[in-house]
Structure formats: structure tokens, C-alpha cells
């Protein structure tokens, strides 16, 4: 559909409760059931963009958009159309009613930057003492940038938590991450060259009584 630009003749004003737009020409719509969009605003925000990989819940690393919530404060939520170097990216729900510092819009995946999450079995140990087992876990993520351009990557993972007080949960190595003790998150932001390849280690104990199993 054609799109009206209003924007350089409507009037933004906001009250209490919202925000509104006051338009200083008139506009005849047809009332043909068709969609009609009005462009009655234009803002430029500045944009950080960086990727996000966790894989422990896919290997995929995801191009990110990072805007700051005051920029966009006075803009409302909806369905957004998303374009990416002038190509359509397909549609996201922009919500500006955060109480984050950022919003974040994902692009997608970009297939260039591959990451990999295995459990290394040289270095995983299992003890028996007094009627418990005590596991040793050391994890490997490995990240390929594939890329001709160097990538900021914000990499997550996780030390499992317990709610059981027979079972104990020990960070044993974190390789540098920043630790979240309450979530058990580890996070990395990872600076990364033209088809440079990282690798990040941790290791976590866990203890727990012989006969029950773990689902980690």
C-alpha cells in the first residue's frame, strides 16, 4: 500500500498516559477495506549491534540490535518491519515499555559465526564416598568467526542449580566469565578477528546420593 508522509506537518505531544500526534493536514482515506499506512513520524536512534550466542540451547550465534530505552521511549510498541542493509528481514514486536536499559531486536542467525558446546569425557570424573557420587563436568564451547569483518559476541552458558539439599552444586573454573550466583549464568563479551577461533572452558562438581539419577 502507499504511505502518506505526515510526519513533517504533525505536532507530538504527550500527557499522562500517552503520547499522541496531532495532524495539521487534513487527508481523504478510502474506505475500501484496504490498509491504508501514515508515516506521521520519522527519528533516527543509535544503534549497537553485536551477536548473541547460548548454546546450551542452540549453537545458533543471533546478529542483535541493541537501542537505548530512552531514545525510544516515546515511541510505541507494535509489529515492526525489520530491514537489514536495505533487505527485508521479516517482522518483530518493538516493545518500548521496558524497564531495561536497552531493547534488544534480533536479526537472526548469521551462518558465518558457528559455535559448538561439548562435554569433554577426558576430563569429566566420577567419585564414590560414604554413599554419595561426586561428578566433575569441564564443558568446551568453541566459536568460529567465518567472517571477513572482526565481531563483538556476547557468549552465555550456565552452572546448573540445585533445589534439592542432597544435592551440591560446586563452580569449580569459569575461565574469566562474569558469574551470576543466583541464575548460574556465566556470560563472556568476546572481541573476535577475522576468522579467528575461541575456545572457553568451565568446570562445575556436583554431589548427590547414589541411587538418584540427575537430569542435567
Same mark, same amino acid.
Given at each position: 500500500?502507499?504511505?502518506?508522509?505526515?510526519? @513533517?506537518?504533525?505536532?507530538? =505531544?504527550?500527557?499522562?498516559l500517552n503520547y499522541e500526534y496531532v495532524l495539521a493536514l487534513p487527508q481523504t482515506i478510502n474506505s475500501d477495506g484496504e490498509e491504508f499506512p501514515i508515516e506521521i513520524s520519522k527519528k533516527?536512534?543509535?544503534?549497537?549491534?553485536?551477536?548473541s550466542c547460548i548454546p546450551k540451547i542452540t549453537c545458533?550465534?543471533?546478529?542483535?540490535?541493541?537501542?537505548?530505552? @530512552?531514545?525510544?521511549?516515546?515511541?510505541p510498541s507494535g509489529t515492526s518491519n525489520l530491514f537489514l542493509d536495505n533487505n527485508y528481514m521479516g517482522e518483530t514486536y518493538f516493545d518500548t515499555q521496558v524497564s531495561e536499559d536497552s531493547i534488544n531486536i534480533s536479526f537472526g542467525t548469521d551462518s558465518r559465526i558457528v559455535s559448538e558446546r561439548k562435554i569433554l569425557k577426558e576430563y569429566t570424573a566420577k567419585k564414590f564416598m560414604s554413599g554419595s557420587i561426586t561428578k566433575t563436568y569441564d564443558v568446551e564451547i568453541t566459536i568460529h568467526n *567465518?567472517?571477513?569483518?572482526?565481531?563483538?559476541?556476547?557468549?552465555?552458558?550456565?552452572?546448573?542449580?540445585?533445589? *534439592? =539439599?542432597?544435592i551440591v552444586i560446586e563452580s569449580i573454573n569459569i575461565d574469566n566469565a562474569i558469574s551470576n550466583i543466583e541464575t548460574g549464568k556465566l556470560t563472556w563479551n568476546i572481541s573476535m578477528q577475522p576468522n579467528e577461533v575461541v575456545k572457553k572452558h568451565f568446570t562445575f562438581s556436583i554431589k548427590y546420593p547414589k541411587g538418584k539419577r540427575l537430569n542435567l
Open positions: 500500500p502507499q504511505a502518506y508522509n505526515w510526519y @513533517n506537518n504533525a505536532t507530538a =505531544s504527550s500527557n499522562r533516527d536512534l543509535n544503534v549497537k549491534y553485536a551477536y545458533s550465534v543471533f546478529l542483535i540490535a541493541c537501542v537505548n530505552t @530512552n531514545e525510544a521511549m516515546n515511541l *567465518n567472517k571477513s569483518e572482526s565481531a563483538n559476541i556476547n557468549l552465555e552458558d550456565q552452572i546448573p542449580l540445585s533445589s *534439592n =539439599s542432597q
